[in-house]
């Protein structure tokens, strides 16, 4: 974090924050009447606020800020989307978990960490095996919500075709080919999406100074046709409309383009729907548990380019106005499956504040929590901010897939998460509802 309350690091968003007076000195704990008022901002005010509430320690860029003074966006609450508003507050109560119950039994800190899990032994017959491994997932998704998988099969070629697809498309396609498959076009936000064209952190709207976005993007979802298994005939999209709502380039534009997009596709369903069952034991619930429920999954992808940045910035917290790649956010769906290039750039909010680059693993993916899976498990699984800043001077590529459930499944808040003392927070919702809210959110005019 900057000297100078900058949070985000991003030299342009602090100032955005206005004060508000609390109603009461001490910070809330738990969703109730008071947290959306001092939710009113985008994730950044979350943090910014919980760590001025709850630490004491943080000023604004303007304005010192008392220690039992929150914090709020200076856009109105009622600009944003019930699930925004939501997912702000089980940010706060993450981190409000994180400051008052951080510790382990042993009352030593349990330190921020992106382990390294191999999962291979998950492939294993025995239940024991795939158990282990699922324990440790659980320790991960407790903590930083984020991990590194290695051993997981997907073969390396496989990998590396869809990233050279990705420095096809963005570097060698002509643009107006591109600008063809606008995602403006697309009522379920599919296709080409130019750089600053979306702020993945909506509040970032309302900034007249907030950095642009120089990720450029390439998104597409589910398909019957990209799904190995080949889907139960009943997927239904983000509205619950029985259409497809891909957009392609033509074979012509973009030889080969459909063929590597399928077969990076097909390895990365069947592994969400593995992870996806060592999800399930990890959460003490019966392994198939999830499996009625991802015969048509929602799952999208993109295919990211960050292009080397005018101006790399080391990792220095007084450094101003770097260039953001992608602004600090959650993501939305189950969880995510990440293939990065080799330029570093994913940097992860700690609960204290601090921007952890995401290690190099070679040969890994990252998988984190996303909300509507935090969600889903009554916030015990925790979804955590992140941004990327290519901070490097080479071009970076990276391919997300944020697994979803059938978007037509209606969830309430898992049986094993829920107890007396712990009763659910959240309404049923259904997925496909939960994830097109916060994706609207995140273009002027979609
Ligand atoms: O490009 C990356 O490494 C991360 C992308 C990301 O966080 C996202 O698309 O939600
Ligand atoms: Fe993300």
């Avoid at 019930?82 to 507050?89: I, K, V």
């Avoid at 019957?224 to 080949?230: N, R």
């Avoid at 901070?391 to 898992?414: A, K």
Wanted: aromatic share 10%; net charge negative.
């Amino acid at each position: 974090m900057n000297n100078d309350g900058d949070v985000f690091g991003d030299g342009a968003k602090a100032h955005r924050l206005i004060c508000g007076t609390p109603e009461q000195d001490d910070p809330p704990t738990s969703g109730g009447a008071g947290l959306d008022t001092i939710l009113g901002g985008h994730p950044t005010t979350i943090f910014v606020s919980a760590s001025v509430a709850f630490v004491g320690t943080k000023v604004g860029r303007e304005l010192k800020v008392p220690h039992n003074t929150y914090i709020m966006a200076a856009a109105a609450v009622s600009s944003y989307s019930s699930t925004q508003t939501e997912a702000r507050q089980a940010a706060q109560q993450y981190l409000n978990s994180r400051l008052t119950n951080g510790s382990t039994s042993n009352g030593a800190e349990r330190a921020f960490t992106v382990p390294e899990i191999n999962i291979s032994s998950s492939f294993s017959s025995s239940l024991e095996d795939r158990k282990k491994v699922a324990a440790k997932i659980h320790d991960a998704c407790t903590n930083s919500g984020f991990f590194h998988i290695t051993g997981h099969g997907v073969p390396e070629e496989t990998r590396q075709a869809i990233l050279g697809l990705a420095k096809r498309f963005f570097k060698e396609t002509p643009r107006s080919k591109k600008e063809a498959l606008h995602v403006k076009n697309s009522k379920y936000f599919r296709g080409y999406e130019p750089a600053d064209y979306t702020y993945v952190n909506p509040g970032d709207w309302e900034a007249t100074d907030a950095a642009p976005e120089t990720k450029e993007g390439f998104n597409w979802g589910y398909e019957a046709g990209l799904d190995p298994t080949g889907g139960d005939g009943q997927y239904r999209e983000l509205d619950g409309e029985d259409v497809n709502g891909n957009a392609w380039p033509s074979e012509d534009d973009v030889p080969g383009f459909y063929e590597t997009i399928r077969a990076y596709y097909g390895e990365i369903l069947n592994l969400a729907r593995h992870l996806f069952r060592l999800f399930a034991l990890s959460l003490d619930l019966p392994e198939e548990y999830f499996d009625p429920m991802m015969t048509h999954p929602g799952g999208i992808a993109r295919l990211l380019y960050y292009p080397a940045p005018n101006n790399p910035q080391p990792l220095d917290p007084a450094t101003k106005e770097k260039e953001i790649g992608l602004g600090a956010h959650t993501d939305y769906e189950c969880f995510t499956i990440l293939l990065c290039s080799t330029a570093p750039g994913l940097e992860i909010l700690s609960p204290d504040d601090k921007w952890v680059p995401a290690p190099a693993v070679d040969g890994s993916f990252i998988i984190n929590v996303a909300d509507f899976l935090m969600r889903w498990t009554n916030g015990v699984y925790k979804s955590t901010v992140h941004r990327v800043v290519n901070r490097t001077r080479d071009e970076r590529f990276s391919v997300p897939f944020f697994f979803s459930i059938n978007y037509d499944q209606v969830v309430e808040t898992l049986p094993s998460c829920v107890s007396a003392e712990n009763p659910s927070k959240y309404p049923p919702v259904k997925a496909g509802e939960y994830v097109l809210e916060r994706l609207r959110a995140t273009a002027k005019d979609m």
